[in-house]
């Protein structure tokens, strides 16, 4: 079974919700494509753990201070879901949020369908030090899952799985299986319409995707020539959250004048 993913006007939908609350970002650019603004970083990361870069940047977070939005497009996932499967399976799953972007989203998902809710929770495993970054791995604490229980997992924005790949491995090491995967927006280049789980017991098996927004977002090893003399000049912000102020005044500065 594959999802049907969304539409033009559900993609429009979303960027709207997102812009009316300044949580969408794209690189300004000149006539000849130099860049007028910052590329951002991403959380994927190269064979050197270095991070990938790309000048689109999706801040799905804000949407979580946006009840009215996020009802509307929670209306709009169900709708995919009840196209997919049949109410009966609708109507016996449970919705679990993944750290930290899935957890509202999941939550309101889970409250308009009456269904249960869970979240796992991050236990740090090795502290941060001067040359590595801190570990940490997925745990049910606070909630768990049950034997046999059918589970959606529900992200804000999909790109590299690794996050779902962990978090599907661990809601099967306690008995559940995970039906379908379920976020706002698919930007990644090479998972589309279902992602691939693999396991040394079954091999693989499809896990359908349903989201509002398709579309692939172009990402930058820090060597590509289509992004290397930014990187080399700093001309980057590396966690996008900590500095969406700079981010909204670079793109509405080249708004005020173009």
């Not at 991050?122 to 229980?149: D, N």
């Amino acid at each position: 079974m594959m999802s049907q993913n969304g539409d033009s006007s559900t993609e429009q939908l979303l960027i709207k919700a997102l812009t009316r609350r300044d949580g969408w970002y794209e690189c300004p650019k000149d006539a000849n494509g130099k860049r007028l603004g910052p590329l951002v970083g991403y959380a994927g990361r190269d064979k050197q753990g270095r991070q990938f870069v790309g000048d689109v940047y999706l801040n799905a977070a804000v949407l979580e201070r946006d009840p009215r939005s996020l009802s509307r497009l929670s209306e709009k996932l169900i709708i995919q879901l009840r196209k997919s499967f049949s109410n009966e399976m609708v109507f016996n799953t449970t919705f679990c949020g993944a750290p930290m972007g899935g957890l509202a989203l999941a939550n309101y998902l889970a409250y308009c369908l009456g269904r249960p809710y869970v979240y796992p929770e991050k236990k740090v495993t090795a502290i941060a030090t001067e040359h590595s970054r801190e570990q940490s791995q997925l745990v049910f604490q606070r909630h768990e899952v049950r034997e046999g229980e059918q589970v959606l997992i529900v992200e804000d924005v999909c790109n590299n799985f690794s996050t779902t790949e962990e978090l599907v491995s661990l809601i099967e090491s306690h008995g559940g299986g995970v039906i379908a995967i379920m976020c706002l927006a698919n930007r990644s280049l090479t998972v589309r319409t279902a992602y691939d789980h693999k396991t040394s017991q079954t091999g693989g098996h499809l896990i359908p995707i349903f989201s509002l927004w398709d579309r692939p977002i172009l990402q930058y090893g820090q060597d590509d020539p289509e992004v290397a003399e930014d990187v080399a000049k700093g001309n980057v912000v590396w966690k996008p959250k900590n500095e969406w102020a700079r981010l909204m005044e670079a793109m509405n500065a080249h708004r005020a004048t173009a």
